[in-house]
């Protein structure tokens, strides 16, 4: 299997075919956070369609220096904010992107309301420490990763993301909804949240 650098190769030398393999590679990925971000599947389907075809028209501005993964999220991310700027839909602001739980998640929970609570917080978090505990906790990306696309320093994105752990187990373990939480073995459970903290692997 080529990686992603020999299938830019490939596109630049003119076998347009390689770039439907890099979308087939990276389209769930990016679905998966523009749904996160609007909130609307149809305008995620559309925002992901645009974003390929501006990262096909941009190619080979494509200089490797970090991941085609984080890329393509660069370029997703800007035209979610340009949609939301030019429909000036208020109902899904900025503040609220970036924010779901998924099924590992869910699997931990009791009831539809202890997601709903958590979401909230979640919603809370300042911008970049929401994004560095979106792409570490639900993407399960590498603070390498998280630190390509957010465009900052390695230890930038490892303190935005234990700092967002640390005001979401502040807020949440005086919540009476949640004492009733027993948690499963999962990545977000709150008894192993002062363990994650610590996390500088990745």
Same mark, same amino acid.
């Given at each position: ?25 990276? &389209? ?7 749904? /996160?971000?609007?909130? !609307? =599947?149809?305008?995620? #389907? ?80 300042? &911008? ?7 792409? /570490?906790?639900?993407? !399960? =990306?590498?603070?390498? #990763? ?57």
């Amino acid at each position: 299997m080529k990686t992603d650098l020999e299938l830019i190769q490939d596109v630049k030398n003119g076998i347009k075919s390689a770039f439907e393999t890099l979308v087939l590679r990276h &389209e769930k990925f990016l679905m998966k956070v523009v749904v /996160r971000m609007t909130r !609307d =599947l149809d305008a995620a #389907e559309d925002i992901v369609q645009e974003t390929f075809i501006k990262a096909f028209r941009r190619l080979h501005l494509f200089e490797g220096r970090s991941s085609l993964r984080s890329w393509l999220y660069q370029i997703a991310l800007n035209t979610t904010r340009n949609r939301f700027r030019r429909v000036n839909r208020e109902t899904v602001g900025m503040d609220g992107m970036d924010v779901a739980v998924d099924s590992a998640l869910e699997a931990g929970l009791i009831a539809g309301d202890v997601r709903s609570v958590i979401q909230i917080e979640v919603d809370k978090l300042p &911008e970049r420490q929401r994004t560095a505990l979106s792409l /570490r906790i639900f993407e !399960d =990306l590498s603070f390498k #990763e998280i630190a390509d696309i957010m465009q900052c320093p390695y230890d930038t994105a490892k303190a935005n993301y234990r700092h967002a752990l640390l005001k979401l187990k502040s807020r949440l373990e005086g919540n009476t909804l949640l004492k009733t939480w027993v948690a499963a073995p999962a990545p977000f459970s709150l008894m192993d949240m002062s363990n994650n903290t610590m996390e500088v692997d990745g």
